[in-house]
């Protein structure tokens, strides 16, 4: 038993966890609970930071095998430099995932920023030894000088200036709280790992419906009558779970890693979902039919694959969205 009440089961030192302790930030959410569950799978005692603990919505968490014994939840707000140095105490690594998603700039900068520092922080003061960063595709393509023919990958970064002008908060967050991080990091002597997710798609394990499922949910409910004429790339949620945990295990690891299967028209992810599903009320007709057809831009994943990933592809991740959406009575299932 460690020193607050997490117990390790004898075996659990078996697999990649060897019988060590993590912390994961906001582990309720959509990655974050993926990154619980598959760090349970592997042997590691696990903590996870909460709002509140004894909350419902975080019995999915308590539910998971492996939870009863090496599964500890923490009471800490980002804000919160005490909260979450008591819950990093003890661990070797931490998984920062937790982050507002919302462009208001009051609830998206300043928490994402200061959070991101108060964790660093805390886990400098903790003694952690490696940080693991969930960042953002918003922190990479939003920049509109790149020229069509580069190719996306760990050394592009949002415009800050573009992203003010254009009131993209969520994105100028994520970018400035990377920034951040990679700075203090190295002030404090924590190793900093980034994994950058694009849109991020597949089975929800926590009770709500986070934002990017509800980007398929709403071409399949009949909330949206046509698609846009825009491009995006596309993961499954597995697939960033264990980019998190090799960019940790992996001593090498370093720098950022972009984490994508392949980018896609909305186009060919409508005729994807209508030809997966044809009994929903997937939209047919583009709401730009003036403007060409948005080019997909190319982009690497070739950093994460180095490491070994194998990356699912994103016609599985729809399906799997959907029918896990099915599974939760969000969609009426059908055969």
Not at 28 to 44: C, D, N, P, Q, T
Not at 204 to 217: D, G, M, R, Y
Not at 264 to 291: G, I, K, W
Request: charged share 25%; with cysteine; net charge negative.
């Amino acid at each position: 038993m460690t020193a607050d009440g997490a117990i390790v089961l004898p075996g659990s030192e078996t697999g990649s966890g060897n019988g060590r302790t993590v912390c994961v930030t906001g582990a309720g959410g959509f990655i974050a609970s993926w990154i619980v569950k598959l760090l349970l799978e592997r042997g590691y005692t696990v903590k996870g930071t909460v709002r509140n603990p004894e909350d419902q919505k975080n019995d999915h968490l308590r539910a998971m095998d492996g939870a009863e014994e090496r599964l500890l939840l923490c009471k800490a707000d980002l804000l919160d430099l005490e909260a979450l140095r008591a819950a990093f105490h003890e661990c070797q690594g931490v998984f920062h995932t937790a982050s507002p998603v919302t462009d208001d700039p009051e609830l998206m900068v300043e928490p994402a920023v200061d959070g991101t520092r108060k964790v660093i922080k805390a886990a400098a003061d903790a003694g952690v030894r490696r940080v693991v960063f969930t960042s953002s595709i918003g922190a990479v393509t939003m920049d509109p000088k790149r020229g069509a023919e580069v190719v996306v990958d760990e050394s592009c970064w949002s415009d800050l200036e573009f992203c003010k002008k254009t009131k993209n908060w969520y994105c100028y967050g994520k970018a400035v709280a990377e920034q951040a991080a990679c700075e203090l990091a190295k002030e404090v002597g924590v190793e900093l790992v980034v994994v950058n997710p694009v849109l991020v798609l597949g089975p929800l394990l926590q009770p709500t419906v986070n934002a990017s499922v509800t980007h398929v949910l709403k071409y399949l409910d009949g909330s949206a009558k046509t698609y846009a004429n825009a491009v995006q790339a596309y993961v499954h949620v597995r697939d960033v779970a264990e980019a998190h945990i090799l960019v940790f295990e992996n001593p090498k690891a370093s720098g950022r890693y972009l984490c994508a299967e392949r980018v896609l028209h909305r186009e060919d992810l409508v005729r994807m979902l209508a030809q997966f599903f044809p009994h929903y009320p997937v939209p047919t007709q583009c709401s730009d039919e003036v403007n060409p057809r948005k080019k997909p831009y190319e982009i690497s994943n070739q950093k994460l694959r180095d490491l070994g990933l194998v990356f699912t592809p994103v016609t599985q991740a729809l399906y799997d969205t959907v029918k896990s959406l099915q599974e939760r009575g969000r969609l009426p299932a059908v055969s």
